[in-house]
């Protein structure tokens, strides 16, 4: 079981920065494949970007690429997503999931937190 607390969420005007923090603990909480996702009102959730478990490589959403950056920090138990050049379209809730294997959909992640409210303004 690896549990998974997301914070650093709230409400930037359009172009401001944001900086989301999960915190895992739990089973090998560090050897996961680690990922964001988010979900705005009415609408799937979708992927944001993913990090293997060494933080060598990282896969991002084409619509962040180039604005948010996935890192992690081991010895903490950290996952973090750095979210630049915000955008009202941007606005969700942001949850943080756990996987052994790499994927891009939600059915490919059997660990969730309970996500954290991002709200840009125009």
């Known amino acids: 079981q690896v549990l998974l607390v997301e914070s650093g969420g709230g409400l930037v005007q359009a172009g401001g920065s944001l900086r989301l923090s999960c915190a895992a603990s739990?089973?090998?909480?560090?050897?996961?494949?680690m990922g964001w996702f988010r979900q705005a009102p009415g609408k799937d959730r979708e992927f944001v970007a993913r990090?293997?478990?060494?933080?060598?490589?990282?896969y991002y959403a084409d619509f962040v690429k180039g604005r948010f950056t996935i890192s992690r920090d081991n010895a903490k138990n950290l996952v973090y997503l750095q979210m630049n050049s915000l955008k009202p379209e941007d606005t969700a809730v942001y949850y943080c999931?756990?996987?052994?294997?790499?994927?891009?959909?939600?059915?490919?992640?059997?660990?969730w937190g309970q996500g954290t409210q991002v709200t840009v303004s125009s």
């Open positions: 999931a756990a996987t052994y294997f790499p994927s891009t959909v939600p059915g490919g992640y059997p660990y």
């Open positions: 990090i293997r478990e060494t933080g060598s490589n990282t």
């Open positions: 739990g089973r090998a909480a560090s050897s996961h494949f």
